[in-house]
Antibody, heavy 120, light 107 residues
Framework: QITLKESGPALVKPTQTLTLTCTFS??????????VGWIRQPPGKALEWLAL???????RYSPSLKSKLTVIKDTSKNQVVLTMTNMGPDDTATYYC????????????WGQGTMVTVSS | SYVLTQPPSVSVAPGETAEITCGGD??????AHWYQQRPGQAPVVVMQ???DRPSGIPERFSGSNSGNTATLTISRVEAGDEADYYC??????????FGGGTKLTVL
């Protein structure tokens, strides 16, 4: 059974860097064609894809946010870490990580999400 | 960047058929995935690769994708189908794109 769970701060200040961790089980991120993606959802708004890292360290980023994002994986810990720099009020959202089984596959299993508020 | 357009809302009476569309330039040339999101919950994939129902999704859910429109069809709509629905495709470079979401209301 595949599970994912996001963790990180609930509150960050403007201009700070956000670090979120996705801890997963039930699959290995060293096995093709697996990937773990990050998606966010501002309150009352639509889903927005942020980033995705694949088993071979192939990283993909949303073109509009690429300069703010970094995603890395630690296969020994079964974790994927997302960092987002220069946080602003518009980055207030629920952040989800999700499992993908291929480059063009759906996100077939999602974490419960973690709410992050950007405020001074 | 690639844009997906969904109607903000669709309303249907119980037992009727709901069609939720997702428009995009030649979207028929890409694989479309659909997610259901109930209030306060994480999204769940209800259709993948245009018309492949994941395990556990009722047969009432079906999908199609051709030309500039992908469609999620829900037959014999039930109260429990009331949710937000999002389409998603991959863009060039294997970037993922989500539509703006459609709120399905069961009257």
């Amino acid at each position: 059974q595949i599970t994912l769970k996001e963790s990180g701060p609930a509150l960050v200040k403007p201009t700070q860097t956000l670090t979120l961790t996705c801890t997963f089980s039930g699959f290995s991120l060293s096995s093709a064609p697996v990937g773990v993606g990050w998606i966010r959802q501002p309150p009352g708004k639509a889903l927005e894809w942020l980033a995705l890292i694949y088993w071979g360290d192939d990283e993909r980023y949303s073109p509009s946010l690429k300069s703010k994002l970094t995603v890395i994986k630690d296969t020994s810990k079964n974790q994927v870490v997302l960092t987002m720099t220069n946080m602003g009020p518009d980055d207030t959202a629920t952040y989800y990580c999700a499992h993908a089984n291929g480059y063009n596959s759906a996100f077939d299993v999602w974490g419960q999400g973690t709410m992050v508020t950007v405020s001074s | 960047s690639y844009v997906l357009t969904q109607p903000p809302s669709v309303s249907v009476a119980p037992g009727e058929t709901a069609e939720i569309t997702c428009g995009g330039d030649n979207i028929g040339g890409r694989s479309a995935h659909w997610y259901q999101q109930r209030p306060g919950q994480a999204p769940v994939v209800v259709m993948q690769y245009d018309n492949d129902r994941p395990s556990g999704i009722p047969e009432r859910f079906s999908g199609s994708n051709s030309g500039n429109t992908a469609t999620l069809t829900i037959s014999r709509v039930e109260a429990g189908d009331e949710a937000d629905y999002y389409c998603q495709v991959w863009d060039s470079g294997s970037h993922r794109v989500f539509g703006g979401g459609t709120k399905l209301t069961v009257l």
